[in-house]
């Protein structure tokens, strides 16, 4: 379920923000969950 929700993110992020800050989204749901 993880890899699905970080890939989600970064799909999203791509559309609208640069990946790096995507990458950094990732990073924190993970931590986070």
Known sequence: ????VTAR???IDR???PIG???KAANY?????
């Open 1 to 4: 379920m993880g890899e699905e």
């Open 15 to 17: 559309a609208d923000r």
């Open 29 to 33: 749901s993970q931590e986070q969950l």
């Open 21 to 23: 800050l995507s990458i």
């Open 9 to 11: 993110v970064i799909k």
